[in-house]
């Protein structure tokens, strides 16, 4: 019994030491996996504020430290070893050393230390990124003002970013494409877009935007803008009050100019002298009114503007209609009515022009073939023939008929041969053969 009880406090005693050692080695290796520190990266705008933390699961009165990157101690636990009003304790605990930075400048990017004093000496790396804001941007180049024609440079800059900023350039709403340049200075960037242009009136009053974005910026980028400014030369144009004038109405020239400067002052004439009627004919600013018009309004009606570019003009051709010519009526299809329909007239006139035509040309073809076979007619067979008798007997289409042409040939020779009284003139045979000749000529003509 003695025994049992001396085996059961054995048994008790090593039970209880194997446990205190199973607990001791709990304690070591919690000790061992929470000892060390944990930090984060941090990303910051210029001139801003961050706070960085180190953090420890498990501190056995184990003091923490901050360090810059050039290994400058910052704070050890709650003891500020540097001097810079920058830097401030936040919280200082066994478990968390949490300091901050204000007014952040690009020197201060870096890798920053947070130190663990156990045996050895435990950190953690902290990466701080200091974005640099890029400056408002600025348009150069603008020549104010810009002549119709010329070619300018326009060209925005930034500096300051980091990274390097974006450049957008903006014609009123519409983006357009630029060339774009950038240049490191230190740390930040000078970043650059140039824009070219080939100046014409269209341009005058039309806004031009740089817009520069920024991780910084956020959704919120930098813009400037400048209003380009073109002169050029005058353009005239006259708009009338009426599509049909008639006597003794009311009717209006207006002289629409367009210049920039804009062409000041707008001169009337009518026929290249001056008004004629200065009391009916009323010039007010741009416009010119007829009180009441008559058949001696009838011209030529002429406006001028001028700026220091050039001088333009427009004519406008008045026919003032009588009082019973039909009214204009907002119905297009009524003046339609009234006037002449030019293209049936111009088909009728092309039909009759393609008939004379034709006309002409059958009578050429015919005249020409009944030219060719009379002198056909008349020349064959007479290259063979002895006399001019035979020849035109012998002609074609004629030897159903050649016994008869040689009699009635023979005939005409007898009255030759035998003259009358009045041609006894004729003595010698060679002028009677001549008159036989002639005679046979005229009676195949």
């Not at 996996?33 to 009165?61: A, I, K, W």
């Not at 900023?165 to 983006?175: G, L, T, V």
């Not at 008349?378 to 023939?385: F, I, L, Q, R």
């Amino acid at each position: 019994m003695i025994l049992q009880r001396h085996l059961f406090f054995i048994l008790y005693s090593f039970c209880g030491f194997a446990s205190k050692v199973a607990e001791t080695s709990k304690t070591k290796i919690r000790g061992s996996s929470g000892q060390f520190p944990l930090t984060q990266n941090m990303t910051v705008t210029e001139g801003g504020t961050v706070n960085m933390t180190c953090r420890v699961e498990y501190n056995d009165n184990t003091s923490l430290q901050w360090s810059n990157p050039t290994q400058q101690t910052l704070f050890f636990g709650d003891k500020k070893a540097l001097r810079d009003n920058r830097i401030e304790l936040v919280r200082a605990s066994l478990a968390e050393l949490t300091i901050s930075i204000s007014d952040i400048s690009l020197s201060d990017e870096g890798q920053y230390t947070c130190s663990l004093f156990t045996m050895p000496v435990k950190t953690s790396k902290a990466f701080l990124t200091v974005l640099g804001v890029p400056e408002r941007p600025e348009i150069t180049g603008f020549t104010k003002p810009a002549m119709e024609g010329d070619e300018i440079t326009l060209t925005c800059t930034s500096s300051g970013s980091k990274p390097a900023a974006h450049i957008h350039w903006f014609r009123n709403d519409k983006e357009v494409q630029g060339t774009k340049e950038v240049n490191a200075t230190g740390k930040s960037f000078t970043v650059k877009s140039s824009l070219q242009l080939q100046v014409d009136r269209r341009d005058d009053g039309v806004a031009y935007t740089c817009s520069v974005e920024h991780v910084s910026l956020a959704s919120n980028p930098y813009q400037v803008t400048e209003v380009l400014q073109v002169h050029y030369a005058p353009h005239v144009e006259i708009s009338h009050s009426m599509i049909i004038p008639q006597e003794g109405q009311y009717f209006k020239l207006e002289c629409v100019s367009k210049g920039n400067p804009l062409p000041e002052p707008v001169l009337w004439s009518k026929d290249g002298g001056e008004l004629p009627d200065v009391e009916r004919m009323i010039v007010e600013g741009r416009e010119l009114t007829i009180t009441s018009l008559n058949k001696t309004d009838n011209g030529t009606y002429r406006c001028e503007a001028s700026n220091y570019l050039g001088t333009s003009g427009a004519e406008y051709l008045l026919f003032v209609y009588a009082k019973d010519f039909p009214e204009p009526t907002s119905d297009p299809n009524a003046i339609g009515q009234h006037s002449p329909d030019h293209a049936l007239i111009g088909g009728v006139v092309a039909v009759v022009v393609f008939i004379l035509l034709c006309l002409i040309i059958a009578l050429g073809r015919y005249l020409a073939r009944h030219k060719g076979t009379y002198l056909t007619h008349e020349a064959k067979g007479s290259e063979d023939a002895p006399d001019a008798d035979t020849a035109i007997i012998n002609a074609e289409g004629n030897h159903l008929h050649a016994e008869e042409k040689k009699e009635y040939y023979q005939e005409e020779a007898r009255n030759v041969l035998h003259p009358m009284p009045e041609n006894l003139g004729y003595t010698n045979n060679y002028a009677l053969r001549e008159e036989y000749v002639k005679c046979i000529n005229v009676n195949h003509i």
